[in-house]
């Protein structure tokens, strides 16, 4: 599903109003899907609506007009005085027709329920003085609470919080999600997102062309690769994945296995000699060559069917890491760089980047934490608040030519030409020891069978994120790779691919 920015939220509500459809009809439509979502969360009891002077607050009388309609107990506590109301916001208080409170949190009471309709979309300054006393009661009340559009104080945009924010249990926005919605520090603000349809056609986007989506199935269903029945393992590609040294080679195999559960034809893991025999010992299908140096790393690549790589997880930070990443790189391969591998160019990041940007035709997809991320982008890691995690991985991905995936709880994928794709699916357990090594191998595996890097990156985190739900808390990384099958099982059905 589409995701729009604030920016883009008002254009679609300018070229639904230039079609035909008055502003207040959206929100006459939009105030109605509150009063519905508020129904559901509490059957009886009074609901306190808090409206700001704003459209959002507009929103907020017609759903306090609604409820009241509909027999339920309902007051509204207003930000201004009810005559400075302007526009849609000034009409939707005429259809309210009971006095309202003045804007004091004892007035707040302990009702059933909050409506939240201070400030949505048109949040521009930090939260101060009264409306600042507000939130806190509000979040001091116990009462649930349901946002209107956005919890008051978290940026649409970027996701932060802007002085002070409400907790919701619920918020119901308009039309298409926000990245707020998605974003840290925002998602965790907003409960249960639910999406009304408020009357703006999806043809609108035709025109607004947004950018970023949910990392969800639907935005990568057609490229994804379905094994056909005429085809063999040579079809679906030959991942390689280097190998550290003899006392840290398990984070190689995790990605080994991985990008075998994942869909790769074959796995070959690249093993210094030293650490053949422990490397062999503990895998099966995953093949082994000894690789010493990326000389001998150069002639495995001589062989074409070869075509996706990882190097990083436990490769070491070193100038050899380094040469083996060039020599990937010359060889035109598609390539996954993780930990060690983006460590190891801290301190000259330009030459990785106009080394990517140098080869054609290949698929480089970098996987950064929020640790690895500023020694490769320094200059774009501050986390201001008018910065946010998206347009940061925006940003990477232009500079250095790749596919950029800042991982977290809220990951973020970017290609070079400003798509990207946020991940909300991802529970909490999944940040273990090695879960990082077994993403970087299931890339690899849609790598290898020719899926594009910000495919291959999206279809990726969306499938960890799966697998570590599927597994359930108490998750260590060995079993993401063990229930990857269930995972593709699920997505064979939604997509009604049989099997
Ligand atoms: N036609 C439309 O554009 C529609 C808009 N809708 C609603 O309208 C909202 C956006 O409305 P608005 O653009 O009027 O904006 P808001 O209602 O979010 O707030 C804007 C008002 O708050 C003030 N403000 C901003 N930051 C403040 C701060 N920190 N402290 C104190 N005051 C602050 C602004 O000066 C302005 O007066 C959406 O979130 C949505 O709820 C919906 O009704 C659907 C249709
Ligand atoms: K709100």
């Known amino acids: ?12 509500d300018r070229l639904t109003i230039a079609a035909g459809t008055p502003g207040f009809a959206l929100m006459m439509s939009a105030g109605q899907a509150v009063a519905e979502a508020a129904m559901d969360l509490v059957e009886e009891g009074p609901i306190v609506v808090v409206a700001g002077r704003g459209n959002n607050g507009g929103d907020g009388f017609v759903a306090a007009a609604e409820l009241a309609a509909r027999g339920r107990e309902v007051s509204v506590i207003l930000l201004c005085e009810r005559d400075s109301l302007q526009g849609d916001a000034a009409l939707a208080a005429k259809g309210w027709k009971y006095p309202v409170l ?3 949190p004892q007035a707040l009471g302990k009702p059933a329920l909050i409506i939240d309709a201070l400030f949505g979309a048109g949040l521009n300054r930090p939260v101060k ?3 600042l006393e507000m939130i806190g009661a509000i979040n001091a ?16 945009t970027t996701g932060a919080v802007m002085g002070a924010a409400v907790q919701a249990a619920e918020t119901v926005t308009f039309f298409r999600k926000k990245p707020a919605h998605l974003l840290l520090p925002g998602r965790m603000y907003c409960g249960r997102v639910r999406v009304a349809d408020i009357g703006i056609a999806a043809q609108v986007l035709d025109e607004i062309k947004p950018l970023t989506a949910e990392n969800l199935p639907e935005a990568w269903r057609w490229s994804f690769p379905v094994p056909r029945i005429d085809g063999h393992k040579y079809a679906r590609g030959h991942a390689v994945v280097v190998s550290g040294d003899l006392a840290s080679t398990g984070a190689a195999r995790l990605a080994a296995r991985a990008a075998l ?3 790769a034809g074959l796995v070959t893991l690249a093993s210094p000699r030293d650490a053949l025999a422990v490397n062999a010992a503990a895998l099966t299908a995953v093949m082994v060559r000894a690789v010493d140096n990326p000389i001998q790393f150069a002639e495995l ?32 391969r598609h390539l996954v760089l993780d930990a060690d591998a983006l460590t190891s160019f801290a301190g000259a990041p330009d030459r990785l980047f106009e080394a990517i940007k140098a080869s054609d035709g290949q698929q480089v997809v970098l996987t950064p934490h929020e640790g690895e991320f500023p020694r490769l982008f320094s200059d774009i890691s501050n986390k201001h608040p008018g910065r946010s995690k998206l347009e940061r991985v925006r940003a990477a991905a232009e500079r250095s030519g790749a596919v950029v995936l800042l991982k977290g709880a809220d990951t973020v994928i970017a290609s070079p030409d400003g798509r990207a794709t946020v991940a909300a699916n991802a529970p909490p357990w999944l940040a273990t020891a090695g879960a990082g090594d077994v993403l970087s ?3 690899a595996g849609f790598l290898a069978q020719g899926v594009a890097a910000f495919e291959a990156a999206s279809i990726g985190v969306w499938m960890h994120g799966e697998s570590a739900s599927e597994a359930g808390p108490g998750l260590i990384a060995e079993d993401l790779t063990e229930v990857l099958p269930a995972v593709f099982r699920r997505l064979y059905d939604e997509f009604g691919i049989e099997y």
């Open 1 to 12: 599903m589409d995701v729009l920015t604030t920016t883009e939220m008002e254009r679609a």
């Open 102 to 104: 003045p804007f004091n």
């Open 129 to 131: 003085g009264d409306p």
């Open 141 to 156: 009340n116990g009462t649930p609470v349901l946002a209107v559009d956005l919890p008051s104080g978290i940026n649409g």
């Open 261 to 263: 559960r994942a869909g």
């Open 301 to 332: 690549l001589g062989d074409k069917r070869l075509n996706a790589c990882v190097i990083g997880p436990g490769a070491g930070v070193s100038a050899r890491t380094r040469d083996f990443v060039h020599t990937a790189l010359s060889a035109q």
């Open 441 to 443: 191998g299931i890339i």
